[in-house]
């Protein structure tokens, strides 16, 4: 069974930073994968990144490129998103979401990442 945990969110002032991690369970260390989704106020659940499990194949949303960085820690079952130069518009709930069976990352679809933590509150403040 498939077990992922959020952390590191909080409040920052934009342009600021903020790593989120997510540990899990029950995941393969080659060949699944492991992404961050985010939902903000008044919009549908939208994607942010994947990365593959073991090889670390990553794709990225449009909004987010160049700016925020996914990565992983496969000996700590550990998925991060550092975040940076932060937006008053990336205030939302982040959240970390797995997929079996995985050979590329993308496309990050709510259908392919099936398994969900139970979020994280971000809030950057202008």
């Known amino acids: 069974q498939v077990h992922l945990v959020e952390s590191g969110g909080g409040s920052v002032q934009a342009g600021g930073s903020l790593r989120l991690s997510c540990t899990y369970s029950?995941?393969?260390?080659?060949?699944?994968?492991v992404g961050w989704f985010r939902q903000l106020p008044g919009h549908e659940r939208e994607a942010v990144a994947g990365?593959?499990?073991?090889?670390?194949?990553?794709d990225y949303a449009d909004a987010i490129k160049g700016r925020f960085t996914i990565s992983q820690e496969n000996a700590k079952n550990r998925v991060h998103l550092q975040m940076n130069s932060l937006k008053p518009e990336d205030t939302g709930i982040y959240y970390c979401?797995?997929?079996?069976?995985?050979?590329?990352?993308?496309?990050?679809?709510?259908?392919?990442?099936?398994?969900w933590g139970q979020g994280t509150q971000v809030t950057v403040s202008s």
């Open positions: 979401a797995a997929g079996r069976w995985c050979s590329n990352p993308g496309p990050v679809t709510s259908a392919r990442y099936n398994n």
């Open positions: 029950g995941l393969r260390a080659n060949g699944d994968c």
């Open positions: 990365i593959t499990t073991g090889q670390g194949l990553t």
